[in-house]
């Protein structure tokens, strides 16, 4: 066998590995990298959607070890399973896609935080809220701080859209993937 054929048969298997282990039910939390103008992104979902999105910069193996603590140790990469994903953000990011449709799997997100991405997930493209209006909205005008922690602990960045919560003086405030990718993320939206 030449070594082509042989990556073409071991990525078949791998395949037929994957695909047999969610047919069995085996398969807890499905995993594959993407690409995005600011790096490479980290995609995870469950059976029920998606649940991390690791932005670049992120420890992409620390992620790992976490999902596998958090939710399953049946941790597998699907890089074709996660295609959806894939053509929705490449989609945002050319600025032809306003909305997700990929269904969310919330179990990483608890309490206030969870009320908080939930709201944080209806802010419509383009505009933008503050963490004062994000408190009020998930349910405690006075949970400022904790609105800010709902955002800076995003499992699902992008999707869930923490880059368009602000300071009350419409400064950015805080981004994991960093302020100037913040910056551009509203950029883009505002010029779409």
């Known amino acids: ?13 791998i395949e037929g590995l994957r695909k047999r282990a969610a047919a069995e039910g085996l398969l807890d939390v499905a995993y594959a990298t993407a690409d995005s103008p600011f790096g490479t992104l980290l995609l995870a979902k469950t059976p029920q959607g998606l649940v991390r999105i690791g932005l670049p910069g992120e420890d992409a193996e620390a992620l790992l070890i976490e ?29 032809r896609r306003h909305a997700f449709e990929l269904p969310i ?3 990483l997100s608890h309490g206030f935080h969870l ?7 209806a802010i419509p493209y383009g505009q933008t809220r503050t963490y004062t209006d994000l ?10 701080r904790a609105a800010g922690s709902a955002c ?7 999707v869930v859209p923490c880059h368009r919560v602000l300071r009350s003086d419409g400064s950015l405030g805080g981004y994991a993937g960093g302020l100037a990718m913040k910056e551009k993320l509203l950029q883009m939206e505002r010029d779409s």
């Open 1 to 13: 066998m030449t070594p082509t054929t042989e990556t073409r048969e071991m990525k078949k298997a």
């Open 105 to 107: 799997d919330w179990q």
């Open 135 to 144: 408190a009020r909205e998930a349910g405690n005008e006075r949970a400022v």
């Open 67 to 95: 999902l596998a603590g958090r939710i399953s140790p049946r941790v597998v990469e699907a890089p074709t399973g996660l295609d959806e994903e894939r053509r929705e953000l490449d989609d945002y990011f050319a600025g």
């Open 152 to 158: 800076s602990r995003n499992p699902i960045p992008l």
């Open 115 to 121: 009320r908080a991405r939930q709201e944080i997930a």
